[in-house]
């Protein structure tokens, strides 16, 4: 479990799956995603089941974003490296009704700092629609510069990304 200012950031897990579903039935959260997923329960328990599988595979994976304040879900964000993606990934999806608070940057810092020291990653990425321009501007705010375009899972999809800081910046 990771703690920001305002997030607590703990593994996703079964009790979630109404607020999860719940945020993937809207077409507008749903349609912004660069990995594909369907809107219904049965489409968010198997995207629910693959983001708590991938973390017992690969060890680490998205994570429930949980506004400290009030304990609600307020989305999903972490590291992520599923087989056939194109390197060490960062991503965050928050429900609508959490859209412009800040979170999603706050979560994807505290991600990019989690795959920089506890994964050692030399550079993470995110994926990210071309139209989807509120996450390309928070992986602006996140230091991510464009690197290139390429096809994901049938997708077209913008590669933003970072290296690691060297030791002396």
């Not at 994976?61 to 972490?78: C, M, P, Y």
């Amino acid at each position: 479990m990771l703690e920001t200012e305002r997030l607590i950031l703990r593994p996703l897990c079964g009790a979630d799956f109404d607020d999860y579903a719940a945020m993937l039935a809207d077409s507008e959260v749903a349609g912004g995603l660069a990995e594909p997923v369907g809107r219904t329960p049965e489409d968010a328990w198997r995207s629910l089941a693959t983001f708590i599988g991938h973390h017992e595979i690969r060890g680490f994976s998205h994570w429930a974003v949980i506004e400290k304040e009030t304990g609600r879900f307020a989305g999903r964000a972490g590291p992520w490296s599923p087989l056939g993606f194109p390197g060490l990934g960062v991503g965050w999806c928050l429900a609508r009704e959490h859209w412009g608070k800040g979170y999603a940057t706050e979560a994807g810092r505290a991600a990019i700092a989690y795959c920089f020291s506890a994964l050692d990653a030399e550079e993470v990425v995110s994926l990210i629609l071309p139209r989807n321009g509120r996450s390309i501007a928070v992986a602006e705010r996140l230091g991510h510069r464009h690197l290139r375009d390429e096809e994901y899972r049938g997708r077209s999809v913008h590669v933003y990304g970072q290296r690691r800081p060297a030791a002396n910046d």
